[in-house]
Every structure is written in C-alpha cells, then in structure tokens.
C-alpha cells in the first residue's frame, strides 16, 4: 500500500501487478478504492492465502463468495494460492502449514483445489511453500507430492524459487534437480524473494533483497520455463518504489 501513490502517479513501466487479495475483501474502503485507480492500467494477479486448500475441512463458501465477487470486478489474469493448509474449526492462522507428502493428503488436497476451480468457473495456481519441519508419516518426496497433486487437480503451477531454494536447504534435497523435473507446461508464474539465514535454517521472510544461490536458480527456471511472469515479494522492510 505504501506504493499506491508512486504508481498512480507515475504511471511505471510495470507490465502487470499483483495483489495479496486477502487485502481487497471488504466492501469498500481506501485498499479497494486505489485498485481500482490501479487495474484502469495494469492487469492484475491475484495471490490469496485464505483458501486453506489443505484443511480437512470444506472450502469456505464465505470467503469464496467474497472471492467471486472481486473476480467479476477486476478479471484478474492469474489467481493463485499454495500447497497448505491454515484454518481449523473456523480459526484461521497466519502461517502456511505443510501438507504431510502422502497419497492421501494428495488425493485430499486435489479435491479441494477441484472443488475451488468448480467454484471460481477457472483453473487456478498452486504455489509451492517453503517449511522447517517434516511429518514423519511422509513417504513422497516434496516434488512428488506437488506434481501429483496438480496432475489430479488439473491445476497450474506458481513457481517459488525463493521457497525451493529455502526448503532445499532446510530438508537436504537438490534445489536444480526439483526445479528441473517441475511440469513446465503448469507452470504460469515465479515468485522470488529473500530469506534470512538462522544458521539452524534459512528462514522465508520476504524481508530483504533476493540473494544471490536464488537469482542463479532463477537464472535455470528461465532457462526452463521461458518469459514467465515474475513477481519479487517483500513483506517486510519494504523498499521504495
């Protein structure tokens, strides 16, 4: 939001924007009011963290209604969420928690990304997430799980190279390789960022600069999956425009 603004303004040479659309889900109010100024210009991508995808539970009808509504308003090119879960009960957190890596869990998964395509009248993109900890009842690799889970899905693919990277490192697997055997033709958008080094592990904190082991595998995603959309995501310490 601190960007609004610079962009009204002017006017960037930015191909496209995205929006953390959790943000946008009210029925008025400044957030709302400076996206539309914006969409009149740039198309948009639409990057949620509320569908909870991997809860047990069924799809929030609430929040996909609210979802609906803001689709029909600004026809979003892409809408995106991850490879997660974080809701229970009705409680919603504010961490994107892994999914344990086994048929099941990946059978489950794809049906509520079914069930949310069925709603939205669309396909949508799945993004990989970064983690620290594994369940021990896991038995597939974390590759193998997110590529069964978008086969059966029939979903697209949000590639984070930030979080591949990250979880590489966390969980001792080859970053190239998993980069490398990724579906290319589900893959629709990257998302970059920076992470900070914990020393026990690195840690997703979209807080700094992208550092320089993700800009290399970024270099090898390009290589793979040409022009695609690229998004950096800072939360924190956010720049300038």
């Given at each position: ?192 960022a920076g992470y900070e080094d914990q020393g026990t592990h690195l840690l997703d904190t979209h807080g700094s600069a992208v550092h320089e082991p993700v800009w290399q595998l970024y270099e090898q995603a390009i290589a793979q999956f040409g022009t695609v959309p690229t998004l950096i995501e800072w939360d924190t310490n956010i720049p300038n425009f």
């Open positions: 939001s601190k960007h609004y603004q610079d962009i009204l303004a002017t006017k960037p040479d930015v191909p496209w924007f995205e929006i953390l659309t959790d943000n946008y889900l009210g029925e008025g109010g400044a957030p709302l009011h400076y996206l539309e100024q914006v969409a009149e210009h740039y198309p948009l991508s639409f990057h949620c963290v509320g569908m909870s995808l991997g809860s047990a539970e069924p799809i929030n009808k609430a929040y996909f209604d609210k979802l609906e509504r803001l689709i029909a308003r600004f026809q979003p090119a892409h809408i995106s969420d991850h490879l997660s879960w974080n809701s229970l009960h009705g409680v919603h957190g504010h961490d994107l928690l892994p999914m344990p890596y086994t048929e099941d869990a990946a059978r489950h998964i794809a049906q509520k990304i079914q069930a949310a395509q069925d709603c939205l009248g669309r396909r949508i993109l799945i993004e990989n997430v970064s983690s620290y900890l594994a369940f021990k009842d896991s038995y597939l690799t974390e590759l193998e799980f997110l590529c069964d889970v978008v086969k059966r899905a029939d979903c697209e693919l949000l590639c984070d190279v930030n979080n591949i990277y990250v979880s590489a490192r966390n969980h001792d697997f080859d970053a190239a390789d998993y980069l490398r055997r990724l579906p290319k033709e589900r893959v629709k958008e990257l998302h970059l």
